[in-house]
């Protein structure tokens, strides 16, 4: 264990401008604190402020995000609540306001889908792990599907990359830390000419692995990337910018479980660990590996009737390793592999947005578009070993019913007996193809009242290729199980959008209110190992909205507010057992309903007497319910037995209608401060510390309690020296000073409850240097 006491020194050298250093003021003249900074956002396709969008939004500029010490896109549930993002098998799980999905692997889009530079993310392993340069982040709360399309259903979250100029700039930044952190990033802008300028940029990190494994090795953990712009001023109207970037990196990918509670049918030969702390003892070795690829060209065009925008990307996401101990001890029962997984994504945009010299440009504002994607992710195959009469031999209770799976195997092949185990191997490829068309206008009614309304119709097929299962033979002479092609699912997705704002006397300050849908596509199960493919149903969801944005005290107070209610149908998710192979089988939950309250704000309490201090917060409470799900899925308490459908055991199912939704707590709340003191000669000292607030959520529907995150408390804190002559800031840093411990994932299944902790307390300090 680390000496958490201990600081670290190192050299950062930073690509960001030091606009939140305090400069040496003229006599009277107000210090600036860069947390005050206001950030313009694309949250309707056009560059907008913030405050003056229709939209829940938190927007954070590359300084906002350095003063509060974000470095991955986790890291932004901590300043955004109402935002919970978990990690399972590597995948991100986004939940927003209580919308989200835990199904997770490919064939299940998210329901908070992340976008970088104006392109659709795949929600593939770690492709948003490490934020990278950044020029800002922005979190759209609601629906987002006139504009955003498929799958937006919660949100969206939009990471934007500075934009190659024609100022030579170079940041470096270094980063050192305890379990053996490293961090380094660089980035270059560099002129090539009176019309081009580039960016480059990488990033490297790595650490420790937190987990310690009596019985194997673990993974290493690390990310690392560059990313590269080339932008071409053709003429005054027309530019053209191609990115490209490539990112690796492997984790626990919330694998690494402790099985605390062995299921009773299992403890004659489990081990229990008695408590979680971070030491499993695993046969196999947990984690996710992944490598990712992202090519884009952006073609901007401004003429006398409108912008015109072309944005064409190409996305591949590979996983080369991802591996589970399923029975979570020693024992090589059953193991988890999957061997082939990948993703590919193409995309095409057209947007076409109403500038100044546009008709009727005094009377509206507008955007129209056409989107296509063409993408495909699977498995070719996954592997679930087995070990030699795992279920028959081994004293355990209700074993052969277990083996019973394999017995079913080895009758459909023909096979006497799979004496020597089994390899069973599951394929399955989801190829999805959509066009749509978007457009949304807002209508000037009068210096006070502004009217948007949005449209979006897409329509969609999706294809489950090479849907098969077979047990491995010797010398690659597989025996096949099943094979399935199943029907081509068709959709056809109208997602409008209403919003009506009053500013009251002409001024900045609105009140909004707003109604939208979005869908979630229908899709297939990927792996099915005993069962034809299973169609599940599209998911609908519409929001209601009342919402103000408002600055106060002369923009030294900006507060904002909303009021919602979110309905869902035909819910998506997820459950894991022994019988779907140990991965995500989905399903429809039947219908949901959200009720909420949420504020964000930022202050500045003393304007003359401490112009530097700045406090900051928010908070977002949820009355999450399912009001119709009776045909709920499980494991039970008591036994440890799956029930409902896809269960191992013929278990019937439970009605889980007026439970809460699966990962969104009732409460979350952040509340910090940024003190900004010049002490002369260019320099300034900028302290600052924050509390996240996290009440708690059940991992499965049948809210259980021993399958639960429980409530918790995340104290950072920061204090940074910044000389501005030399552009230097230093920084030292204490992530979790508490040590709080908490689930950061509980996954069940016909083996137990088995827990993943958060990270622990981590101290460390960086040095970021820039010039020009």
Known sequence: ??????????????????????????????????????????????????????????????????????????????????????????????????????????????????????????????????LGRVERVEVLKGPQGTLFGRNATGGAINIVTPEPNQEFLVDVKLEKADYGEKNAQVYFNVPLGETFAATLSYFDTRRDNYYSNDAGPVIDVYSRGGRAKLRWDISDTLTLTLAGSKQEGANNGGLSFENTRVSPAFSAVLPQDPKADRKVSLDSMAGSEFESELYSATLN???????????????????????????????????????????????????????????????????????????????????????????????????AELGGLLDTITNLVGVQDLSDGARVLAYGVLASEAYSAYAQATYFVSPEVDLTVGLRYQEETRNLENAKAEVQGENGNNILIREDNPPELEAEQLSPKVALQWRPGGGDNQIYASWARAFKSPTYNTVNLLDAPEKVDEEQV???????????????????????????????????????????????????????????????????????????GGATYLDSEYTEYKEGRGYDEDTGLA????????????????????????????????????????????????????????????????????????????????????????????????????????????????????????YGARVKWSFE
């Open 542 to 616: 519409d929001s209601y909205e009342l919402g103000f944005k408002s600055q106060w005290f002369n923009g030294g107070l900006t507060l904002n507010g909303a009021i919602f209610l979110i309905e869902q149908e035909n819910l998506l998710t997820g459950f894991v057992a022994l019988a779907s192979g140990g991965v995500v089988n989905y399903d429809n939950a039947g219908n949901s309903e959200i009720r909420g309250a949420e504020f964000d704000f930022t202050w500045a309490p003393m304007p003359d007497w401490n112009p530097g201090l700045v406090l900051f």
């Open 643 to 762: 029930f409902g459908n896809g269960g191992t055991f013929p278990l019937p199912a439970r009605d889980f209608s007026g439970n809460k939704i699966v990962r969104t707590p009732d409460l979350t709340y952040t509340f910090g401060f940024n003190q900004n003191i010049y002490i002369g000669g260019g320099s300034a000292i900028e302290v600052g510390a924050d509390i996240y607030y996290n009440d708690g959520f059940f991992f499965l529907p049948q809210n259980s309690d021993l399958y639960a995150r429980e409530s918790y408390s995340l104290v950072n804190a920061r204090v940074s020296y910044f000389y501005e002559p030399w552009r230097l800031q230093l920084t030292l840093f204490g992530e979790n000073v508490a040590d709080e411990t908490y689930n950061e994932v509980v996954f069940v299944d016909d083996f137990g409850r088995n827990q993943v902790l958060n990270s622990p307390a981590i």
């Open 1 to 130: 264990m680390p000496n958490l006491n201990k600081i670290y020194l190192c050299l950062v050298v930073s690509s960001v401008p030091m606009a939140g250093v305090a400069q040496q003021p003229d006599e009277g003249e107000r210090r600036a604190n860069r947390m005050l900074e206001e950030v313009v956002v694309t949250a309707q396709k056009r560059e907008e402020k913030a405050q003056e969008v229709p939209i829940a939004i938190q927007a954070f500029s590359a300084e906002k995000l350095d003063a509060v010490g974000i470095e991955s896109a986790q890291q932004l549930e901590k300043i955004t609540p109402g935002l919970t993002i978990t990690n399972a098998a590597g995948f991100n799980i986004a939940y927003l306001r209580g919308v989200g999905t835990d199904a997770f692997l490919p064939g299940a889009d998210p329901s908070v889908p992340f976008y970088l530079d104006g392109v659709a993310m795949l929600a593939a392993q770690g492709t948003t792990d490490t």
């Open 301 to 399: 065009w401004v003429t006398g009737l409108a912008d015109l925008k072309l944005i064409l990307s190409d996305q591949t996401v590979a996983a080369p390793f991802v591996r589970a101990d399923f029975d979570k001890s020693a024992l090589p029962i059953v193991n988890i592999e999957s061997i082939v997984q990948e993703s590919l994504q193409e995309t095409a945009e057209l947007q076409i947005l109403s500038n100044a010299e546009s008709p009727f440009a005094e009377h509206m504002e507008w955007v129209a578009g056409l989107y296509y994607i063409e993408s495909s992710g699977g498995f070719d195959p996954i592997a679930f070993d087995v070990l030699p009469g795992a279920f028959t031999t081994l004293p355990i209770p209700l074993g």
